[in-house]
Structure formats: structure tokens, C-alpha cells
T-cell receptor, first 115, second 112 residues
Framework: SAVISQKPSRDICQRGTSLTIQCQVD?????MFWYRQQPGQSLTLIAT?????????ESGFVIDKFPISRPNLTFSTLTVSNMSPEDSSIYLC????????????FGSGTQLSVL | QKEVEQNSGPLSVPEGAIASLNCTYS??????FFWYRQYSGKSPELIMF????GDKEDGRFTAQLNKASQYVSLLIRDSQPSDSATYLC????????????FGTGTRLQVTL
């Protein structure tokens, strides 16, 4: 499986500010995925990031709130913009691996608290 | 809306016993099924995957799939305190590359 490094590991932010989360993979991957895990809940896919094209957002998530960059095949960023306490969550970067790219592996996550 | 359902628990089993974790899913066309283990404050870790009906064994873990009943389970034999974690079931949608739907997870507690 790929080694996925994510930073920051945690942050406490003020309402109205923005935070950019970075994800670095040790091998080239076509797609990178950003998930959110709110307290006590399961994982929800925010968007899929392909290199060289616009990210594809899931229902309920928009680019203005969660802009994503994918400058190359090993790196992506997710920005949480104009934060509110409802954005307090764990944000996870993930990539596919396996013979047919069928398995999903996660980075270490970013624990975000918004005051 | 495609759903993956799990009992939230906690499921409490004594050390050395078999833990049985269950998951049902709504999309009959689902093709791939995964179990993730998540320790508190950590990210999910893939521990088992299964694609065909029947059982798949890996060490102390056995995944069981019954597509007719839309049911997948995870058995953990000889449960250890280190197995105490939340176990997430995930189902891959048919026809959609790499899109997983996760259940809310079952919290397992292995007691001494």
C-alpha cells in the first residue's frame, strides 16, 4: 500500500478563517480522495481530485467551501474556507492501491476544531 | 440513497472469544466489500476485503459475504484487547469507480 502523509495532524481555528490541509503520497496515483468524518459519524466523501482537471464534488459539497488543488500525481491540498463550528471534523486524504486499484488507503488524518 | 448499516454497539466480548460484526447494504449491485479498523483518534486501516460469496480467511479474521441476503460479516477469532476499536464496513458501488459507501461502524470492546 502507498504511504500517505497528511499535515497538519490537528489544528484549532477561529470561526471565519481558512485552513489548508496537505496530502503527500510516496508514489504516483491517478486519483486522490478527500473524506470527512464528523464526530460519532462515518466517513463521507467530499471530492475526488484528478491531476490536471477540476475536482469532482459530491452532493452537498461545493468548490467555494472546499477548494482542492492537485498540482501533480503525488500531492493534493484541501482548503476548508470560512470555517464555522460545524466544520469541526476529521479530514482524511486517501488513495487507491492494489492490483486493480480497488482498495482505498487513508492518510493519518487532520483533526480540525473550529471555535 | 445507498445505505450501509451496522449496529453501533458497543459489542463486548471476553478475551479469547469470537467477535462477530455484521453489516447489511441496500445496493444489490454492489461488487466489493471492505472492513476497516479504526482506533480512537486514528485513521481507518483496511483489514479485510471480499468480492465473492462465501468466506475469506486471513489470520484471525474471516470475512463472510452473502450477496443474496445483502449481508457481510467479520469474525475475529481469539479476540485480544488490542482488537478493541471501531470496525467500519464499506461497500463499493457497482459501475462507479472507487466510490465507497461507509457504515457508521461497530465499536468492539474486548474485555480481560
Amino acid at each position: 500500500s502507498a504511504v500517505i502523509s497528511q499535515k497538519p495532524s490537528r489544528d484549532i481555528c477561529q470561526r471565519g478563517t481558512s485552513l489548508t490541509i496537505q496530502c503527500q503520497v510516496d508514489s504516483q496515483v491517478t486519483m486522490m480522495f478527500w473524506y470527512r468524518q464528523q464526530p460519532g459519524q462515518s466517513l463521507t466523501l467530499i471530492a475526488t481530485a484528478n491531476q490536471g482537471s477540476e475536482a469532482t464534488y459530491e452532493s452537498g459539497f461545493v468548490i467555494d467551501k472546499f477548494p482542492i488543488s492537485r498540482p501533480n500525481l503525488t500531492f493534493s491540498t484541501l482548503t476548508v474556507s470560512n470555517m464555522s463550528p460545524e466544520d469541526s471534523s476529521i479530514y482524511l486524504c486517501s488513495v487507491e492501491s492494489g492490483r486493480e486499484g480497488e482498495k482505498l488507503f487513508f492518510g493519518s488524518g487532520t483533526q480540525l476544531s473550529v471555535l | 440513497q445507498k445505505e450501509v448499516e451496522q449496529n453501533s454497539g458497543p459489542l463486548s466480548v471476553p478475551e479469547g472469544a469470537i467477535a462477530s460484526l455484521n453489516c447489511t447494504y441496500s445496493d444489490r449491485g454492489s461488487q466489493s466489500f471492505f472492513w476497516y479498523r479504526q482506533y480512537s483518534g486514528k485513521s481507518p486501516e483496511l483489514i479485510m476485503f471480499i468480492y465473492s460469496n462465501g468466506d475469506k480467511e486471513d489470520g484471525r479474521f474471516t470475512a463472510q459475504l452473502n450477496k443474496a441476503s445483502q449481508y457481510v460479516s467479520l469474525l475475529i477469532r481469539d479476540s485480544q484487547p488490542s482488537d478493541s476499536a471501531t470496525y467500519l464496513c464499506a461497500v463499493k458501488e457497482a459501475g462507479t469507480a472507487s466510490k465507497l459507501t461507509f457504515g457508521t461502524g461497530t465499536r468492539l470492546q474486548v474485555t480481560l
